[in-house]
């Protein structure tokens, strides 16, 4: 099935929060934002601003008639400053116009005095003066400090990985209108609709039911928006609650990329220890999360950084430690991957300097070191159905990977300013939302008399094609046309405490609900047909929108069993609700089973360096990717396509700049450089892992929508070895983003 949304997105007719035509006087707000990154208001003057005509309301902390607090796991986030701020582009207040250019006009017109405090934005400096957002958490296994002394070989080294933007096409905003009865109705470019109704009763100070959340659709997330729509939704709430008028609000580009959180940076010492036969014995890390000011979510991404610490390796004895450090840089927040591509470029790191430090492959260090059925995983929950090492020898078999090294040794022999590296990057990646009670879900489906269907989840649309995968889920249960079934928009009134959609498992979690709604349904309709054709229910199936029984065509049409089961007063309309079975996490002893399965990979990526300019070009990144059974192929290898570009990336150009006063330096696209189709690797071949995919994942299809982001990390180890081809006093080192800037010094170091 093609993706549904795929014509209206080309032809520009899916309507985002700014394309949601306005009721007549809808106002217009702009967010004031600290200029300092850290300090004390002394004074806020609003009244030249509030003097502008078609200024409606200038609003801060004390409008707010509930609680001015939006922190989601740890309540440390005022939604406007009070008396202190933390980062540059803090919200302080929020304007509220006849119309948009009057509004931020209005924003040069505030006078703010802070008196200024020092301004921390490197996570190490923080942790050494004990700002830490949450104690630090340890992970282990086995035990390290018995284990160096056993250790035939022992490195050490420093990892450094860079933040990212997320820069969704659509920037945050929302909509936001007075209901009846003092209630509101907020239209939110939100991964997590029930946060935002939450939160916004929580400021507005109402309960939840007066808080009503729409979302249509999103022009991306990426995990920007899993928290960080909140304070923008609840803007607009409150203004519009207090005026009684609605009052709509979207980001500017630059005001998004400097006031939201990013991909968190890390900063971080590894320890590795192998034995002669290239086993590794024991591998010990002290990370470095730079949280920004507040938690957000960086408790929870701390939690996944260690779970994935170890990527697809088996190490006996471990000891990963993660510092989450508080600095004045917006709070940092989920983005694909969630910590775990953080965590997995130092264990990839660490095996990169051994390798080159013992003269010999990565691969073979890590083809060594595969985790197998029945190992246990650093956090006690034990290995199955491991797929890594088939993954890994089906990449070998279907793209020759001795092959791929031989030419390129040809190639560096023949080329002297011209290089090539090859590096294999594997992936481990446990699906679940670290935190068990989030692994639930709904959906509400709706059978009208004509036989179409209405159906509704928690599942939030971004670009994935969760919607498209939600009618198949239908339509396979009924075994009816897709044409018959619309997704409504995901909404808080429709489909209650939803979580965000996020971790991947939007489909997994969503489309179970959805098939249990489905399936009790299909039932009921079993039971009607079984009476038409005075029959056993168990004799009655529907197939191609036709009732069978015993395997043998009725002339019983769909339409004629709804049309039927509605005038025998039959329930058209079910709810289904899913929670994961068999996960569980004990976080006091750090072990459980946290995860409904594992995602595995490999993808053999080669890139061709100028060794003039320090400028390159990624031939081919080949893969071999476990999707279990894809439900949807062209989906799911779209889906490994746009993570794999997020991780080169990430790894390659994406750099953020921040000035030492807490500015970011690069707030706009022509100082922040994502790739584009220049950048893309010529050549991207995505094999599927043959398998049966598990129980657990929807229709036997696995999560896709992060693990694909860290075969990305590849690119930077294929870099750094056509560096060292060209420059063999290069002293590897872990540094990403590795821009060509950074290339080019290291191609002449000395
Ligand atoms: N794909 C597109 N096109 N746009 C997005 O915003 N977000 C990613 C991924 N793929 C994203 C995307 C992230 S961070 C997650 S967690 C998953 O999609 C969420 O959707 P799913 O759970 O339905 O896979
Ligand atoms: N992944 C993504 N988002 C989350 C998670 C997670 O594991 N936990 C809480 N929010
Ligand atoms: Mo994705 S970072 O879990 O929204």
């Known amino acids: 099935?093609?993706?549904?949304?795929?014509?209206?997105?080309?032809?520009?007719?899916?309507?985002?929060?700014?394309?949601?035509?306005?009721?007549?006087?809808?106002?217009?707000?702009?967010?004031?934002?600290?200029?300092?990154?850290?300090?004390?208001?002394?004074?806020?003057?609003?009244?030249?601003?509030?003097?502008?005509?078609?200024?409606?309301?200038?609003?801060?902390?004390?409008?707010?008639?509930?609680?001015?607090?939006?922190?989601?796991i740890i309540?440390?986030?005022?939604?406007?400053?009070?008396?202190?701020?933390?980062?540059?582009?803090?919200?302080?207040?929020?304007?509220?116009?006849?119309?948009?250019?009057?509004?931020?006009?209005?924003?040069?017109?505030?006078?703010?005095?802070?008196?200024?405090?020092?301004?921390?934005?490197?996570?190490?400096?923080?942790?050494?003066?004990?700002?830490?957002?949450?104690?630090?958490?340890?992970?282990?296994?086995?035990?390290v400090a018995d284990e160096w002394a056993k250790c035939d070989f022992i490195f050490e080294g420093k990892v450094e990985s860079g933040g990212q933007e997320h820069l969704y096409i659509e920037t945050q905003g929302s909509y936001a209108y007075p209901m009846d009865n003092g209630s509101i109705k907020i239209h939110s470019s939100t991964q997590g609709a029930t946060l935002v109704q939450k939160m916004a009763a929580r400021i507005l100070g109402v309960p939840m039911h007066r808080v009503e959340v729409d979302v249509a659709r999103l022009g991306g997330g990426f995990g920007g928006k899993e928290d960080q729509a909140t304070p923008y939704a609840c803007m607009a709430a409150l203004a519009s609650y207090i005026l009684q008028k609605p009052v709509k609000l979207s980001l500017h580009r630059l005001d998004d990329m400097q006031m939201t959180g990013k991909r968190h940076p890390y900063s971080s010492d590894f320890k590795i220890g192998l034995s002669k036969d290239y086993k590794i014995v024991a591998f010990q890390a002290k990370m470095y999360q730079n949280g920004?000011?507040?938690?957000?979510?960086?408790?929870?991404?701390?939690?996944?950084?260690?779970?994935?610490?170890?990527?697809?390796?088996?190490?006996?004895?471990?000891?990963?430690?993660?510092?989450?450090?508080?600095?004045n840089l917006p709070p940092n927040t989920a983005y694909r991957g969630f910590g775990a591509p953080q965590g997995m470029f130092v264990i990839e790191s660490a095996i990169a300097k051994a390798a080159c430090e013992l003269n010999v492959s990565k691969r073979m260090i890590q083809e060594k070191n595969f985790i197998k059925e029945n190992d246990l995983f650093q956090y006690g929950q034990i290995a199955e159905n491991v797929n890594i090492n088939n993954c890994y020898q089906t990449a070998d078999q279907t793209y020759h990977i001795d092959q791929i090294e031989k030419e390129i040794e040809e190639f560096n022999s023949k080329n002297t300013n011209s290089k090539k590296g090859m590096a294999v990057m594997p992936i481990c990646f446990g699906i679940s939302f670290t935190k068990t009670p989030m692994n639930q879900a709904r959906a509400l489906v709706h059978i009208y008399q004509d036989g179409s269907l209405g159906i509704s989840t928690?599942?939030?649309?971004?670009?994935?094609?969760?919607?498209?995968?939600?009618?198949?889920?239908?339509?396979?249960?009924?075994?009816?046309?897709?044409?018959?079934?619309?997704?409504?928009?995901?909404?808080?009134?429709?489909?209650?405490?939803?979580?965000?959609?996020?971790?991947?498992?939007?489909?997994?979690?969503?489309?179970?609900?959805?098939?249990?709604?489905?399936?009790?349904?299909?039932?009921?309709?079993?039971?009607?047909?079984?009476?038409?054709?005075?029959?056993?229910?168990?004799?009655?199936?529907?197939?191609?929108?036709?009732?069978?029984?015993?395997?043998?065509?009725?002339?019983?049409?769909?339409?004629?069993?709804?049309?039927?089961?509605?005038?025998?007063?039959?329930?058209?309309?079910?709810?289904?609700?899913?929670?994961?079975?068999?996960?569980?996490?004990?976080?006091?002893?750090?072990?459980?089973?946290?995860?409904?399965?594992?995602?595995?990979?490999?993808?053999?990526?080669?890139?061709?360096?100028?060794?003039?300019?320090?400028?390159?070009?990624?031939?081919?990144?080949?893969?071999?990717?476990?999707?279990?059974?894809?439900?949807?192929?062209?989906?799911?290898?779209?889906?490994?396509?746009?993570?794999?570009?997020?991780?080169?990336?990430?790894?390659?150009?994406?750099?953020?700049?921040?000035?030492?006063?807490?500015?970011?330096?690069?707030?706009?696209?022509?100082?922040?450089?994502?790739?584009?189709?220049?950048?893309?690797?010529?050549?991207?071949?995505?094999?599927?892992?043959?398998?049966?995919?598990?129980?657990?994942?929807?229709l036997r299809s696995k999560a896709v929508g992060e693990p694909p982001f860290m075969y990305g990390i590849g690119a930077y180890f294929a870099l750094i070895k056509a560096i060292k081809a060209f420059n063999s006093n290069y002293k590897i080192d872990f540094d990403a983003p590795l821009t060509p800037e950074k290339v080019l010094m290291r191609l002449y170091q000395k």
């Not at 933390?86 to 209005?106: C, D, M, S, W």
Request: glycine share 8%; with cysteine; proline share 4%.
């Open 1 to 72: 099935m093609k993706n549904i949304d795929s014509k209206n997105h080309v032809t520009g007719k899916s309507v985002y929060v700014d394309d949601i035509p306005v009721q007549t006087g809808t106002l217009h707000g702009a967010v004031f934002g600290s200029p300092k990154a850290h300090g004390k208001i002394i004074n806020l003057n609003l009244s030249e601003a509030e003097k502008l005509e078609g200024i409606e309301g200038i609003f801060t902390f004390k409008d707010i008639p509930g609680r001015n607090q939006i922190g989601g």
């Open 75 to 143: 309540e440390d986030e005022p939604l406007f400053a009070e008396h202190e701020v933390h980062f540059l582009g803090q919200p302080v207040a929020f304007v509220v116009a006849e119309n948009e250019t009057i509004a931020r006009k209005a924003l040069k017109l505030i006078k703010i005095e802070i008196e200024e405090w020092e301004v921390i934005t490197d996570p190490r400096e923080a942790q050494k003066k004990g700002h830490l957002l949450i104690p630090p958490r340890t992970f282990k296994m086995g035990n």
């Open 292 to 327: 920004g000011a507040a938690n957000d979510l960086s408790p929870a991404i701390t939690e996944r950084t260690l779970f994935h610490s170890t990527n697809a390796y088996y190490i006996p004895n471990t000891e990963v430690i993660v510092y989450s450090c508080k600095t």
């Open 458 to 698: 928690g599942a939030v649309e971004m670009g994935q094609a969760v919607n498209t995968k939600m009618i198949q889920v239908a339509a396979k249960v009924f075994s009816i046309k897709t044409e018959r079934i619309k997704i409504e928009s995901t909404n808080t009134t429709r489909v209650a405490n939803t979580s965000p959609t996020a971790a991947s498992s939007g489909a997994d979690l969503n489309g179970n609900a959805l098939r249990i709604a489905c399936e009790n349904l299909l039932e009921r309709l079993k039971q009607t047909a079984s009476k038409m054709l005075l029959c056993n229910v168990s004799e009655v199936s529907i197939e191609n929108e036709i009732v069978l029984k015993n395997g043998k065509k009725t002339d019983i049409l769909w339409e004629q069993l709804i049309e039927t089961a509605f005038l025998d007063r039959i329930a058209l309309t079910e709810n289904g609700h899913y929670a994961t079975p068999v996960i569980h996490f004990d976080k006091t002893k750090e072990t459980g089973h946290p995860f409904a399965y594992h995602v595995y990979g490999t993808a053999v990526v080669t890139v061709t360096l100028d060794c003039i300019r320090g400028t390159y070009e990624f031939d081919d990144v080949k893969i071999v990717h476990d999707f279990g059974n894809s439900m949807n192929s062209i989906i799911d290898n779209g889906q490994v396509e746009g993570a794999l570009m997020q991780g080169i990336g990430w790894v390659t150009m994406e750099e953020l700049a921040f000035a030492k006063d807490g500015k970011l330096l690069s707030s706009s696209l022509t100082t922040y450089k994502v790739p584009d189709i220049y950048s893309a690797p010529k050549n991207v071949e995505i094999t599927a892992l043959k398998t049966e995919g598990p129980e657990l994942a929807l």
